[in-house]
């Protein structure tokens, strides 16, 4: 019998993250899970806490070890990847899902760049850009030592800013789509796998970036929020839909056929029939984790 896989999660209180933790926990993955509080949510008066998700982790049969860590602090991220791998022995899966989101004037989610503060987009910056880099240095380090590991960086497309048929008919920050910064930021998160996957191919590393596409989170409020600035929380699928394309890749045989590439995780999980449309739609209830199907 082969060794227990284990993955590490940012953000992985609420939303994606935490959808992705659960399904692979169902996968059979042990899962260090990480945000900037154990027991408080991570946003006030909305649910949501690591020591909750851990107990659904432990629910499925798996191990859990709940973490605090600040993305804004390196010392935390250092720490917080240095006990999960102590805990552990090995982990298997990066997964990148932290992000920085904070809605309204004081915020750089959905202001147009000139109206947003500097304390903000720099907030963001260090959430979003530079602390994934982080995290995929020390777990590449720690990947080329043991020969194999996947880094999954989950984004925020930005392709489409190269389109222009589609931005002709964009709306504005503020109007339905995020600032500019946000854009700005996740271009940092989509080039790292092109840019990577050479260096750690040789060492079984397989890095890729995982587009969750308009999804809703496990709880409604952040979307209540989101639609004051033009968003369509109807339009969105379920937070299943990363977590079961997460899964599939992550339980491969050769994962490296998406090193270097964007996945595209409702495309994914359609090709490869993962759910069923009802499953996709199920808007925002990754509650509804299903059994693996044998």
Not at 190 to 211: C, F, N, S
Request: glycine share 8%; with cysteine; aromatic share 6%.
């Amino acid at each position: 019998m082969g060794k227990t896989k284990t993955a590490f999660i940012t953000g992985a209180a609420r939303g994606i993250g935490r959808a992705i933790a659960l399904d692979l926990a169902q996968h059979g993955f042990d899962i260090a899970l990480t945000a900037r509080s154990l027991d408080a949510p991570v946003f006030a008066n909305k649910p949501g806490t690591l020591h909750e998700v851990a107990d659904r982790v432990r629910a499925l049969g798996r191990r859990a070890l709940p973490i605090k860590l600040d993305l804004l602090e390196q010392d935390d991220i250092r720490n917080g990847w240095a006990q999960a791998v102590a805990e552990f022995g090995h982990i298997d899966l990066l997964v990148t899902s932290g992000n920085y989101v904070e809605i309204g004037p004081h915020g750089a989610y959905s202001n147009k760049f000139a109206d947003v503060p500097w304390d903000a987009l720099e907030r963001h910056a260090r959430i979003t850009g530079l602390s994934c880099l982080f995290l995929n240095q020390l777990a590449v380090k720690q990947m080329m030592q043991q020969g194999s590991g996947i880094i999954a960086n989950v984004t925020q497309n930005a392709y489409w800013l190269n389109v222009e048929e589609m931005v002709d008919h964009m709306p504005l920050p503020g109007e339905g789509m995020p600032g500019m910064s946000i854009a700005v930021m996740r271009g940092i998160t989509d080039r790292i796998p092109p840019a990577l996957k050479r260096e750690v191919a040789p060492y079984g590393i397989t890095v890729l970036t995982l587009d969750p596409g308009m999804t809703l989170s496990v709880d409604e409020g952040l979307w209540e929020e989101l639609a004051t600035v033009g968003y369509r929380p109807d339009l969105a699928h379920s937070s299943l839909v990363p977590a079961r394309a997460m899964s599939y890749i992550a339980t491969l045989a050769d994962p490296m056929q998406f090193s270097g590439k964007m996945v595209i995780a409702a495309d994914l999980v359609r090709e490869k029939k993962l759910l069923s449309e009802s499953e996709i739609g199920d808007h925002g209830k990754a509650e509804s984790v299903t059994e693996v199907s044998a």
